[in-house]
């Protein structure tokens, strides 16, 4: 297992366009959430799925912001009409159900909105 | 609900010296409590965590932290910071309920500096 993976890891778009990132994380972990982290700050929480179920969104998760997990796998994370504010670091982690040894943080995709 | 907070956002030591970031702490339920280290450009890597049992932990890189009920407190230690220490480093905390771990909520992070 070679922990979570995100892809891509850089990603520059133009004010308008929608992209997409992808997470695969951990095979056997139930649990898959997604983070928002700007210049100087820590993460923020946007939303986190158990197996292929969207249980909680932030209100951070505007309705430009769309994240699917099919199946319970690999996990998407989709933003239209991007706005220069979405310039940020997405971070991607999994972790086991009923559990708290720790969350596994991807390398995070890097959206920079020009 | 959840919060903590990380005292200094910047912390400068010099090599060999005591590191010490401090983390506080909000939460009506038992927290479970980590530090989490990030270097440029990349994900966060844990350092260590607490959930029960003894109140000082152990972690990776010769870091260690106290869960402090009454303070409500988490400071990260290290006896002597070498040059590769440097790095951001977050305090987060979270509970664990019938459902499983909850999210974690992170602090605004610390940028420690070390001085050859």
């Known amino acids: 297992d070679t922990g979570v993976s995100q892809n891509p890891r850089h990603k520059i778009t133009k004010r308008g366009q929608n992209v997409t990132f992808r997470c695969d994380p951990i095979?056997?972990?139930?649990?898959l959430y997604w983070y928002r982290q700007t210049l100087g700050q820590g993460p923020e929480f946007l939303t986190y799925?158990?197996?292929?179920?969207?249980?909680?969104k932030s209100r951070l998760l505007s309705d430009r912001f769309s994240a699917e997990r099919p199946k319970g796998s690999f996990s998407t994370l989709e933003i239209q009409r991007t706005e220069q504010g979405d310039s940020a670091m997405y971070l991607c982690?999994?972790?086991?159900?009923?559990?708290?040894?720790?969350?596994?943080f991807g390398s995070g995709t890097r959206l920079t909105v020009v | 609900a959840q919060s903590v907070t990380q005292l200094g956002s910047h912390v400068s030591v010099s090599e060999g010296a005591l590191v010490l970031l401090r983390c506080n702490y909000s939460?009506?339920?038992?927290?479970?409590l980590f530090w989490y280290v990030q270097y440029p450009n990349q994900g966060l890597q844990l350092l260590l965590k607490?959930?029960?049992?003894?109140?000082l932990v152990k972690g990776i890189n010769g870091f260690e932290a106290e869960f402090k009920k009454s303070e409500t407190s988490f400071h990260l230690t290290k006896p002597s910071a070498h040059m590769s220490d440097a790095a951001e480093y977050f305090c987060?905390?979270?509970?664990?309920?019938?459902?499983?771990?909850?999210?974690?909520?992170f602090g605004t992070g610390t940028r420690l500096t070390v001085i050859p």
């Open positions: 982690a999994s972790s086991p159900e009923r559990t708290a040894y720790g969350y596994t």
């Open positions: 095979s056997e972990h139930n649990r």
């Open positions: 799925f158990q197996n292929e179920a969207q249980l909680e």
């Open positions: 939460s009506s339920v038992p927290p479970y």
């Open positions: 607490y959930t029960t049992g003894a109140t």
């Open positions: 987060a905390v979270t509970s664990v309920d019938q459902t499983g771990a909850n999210n974690l909520f």
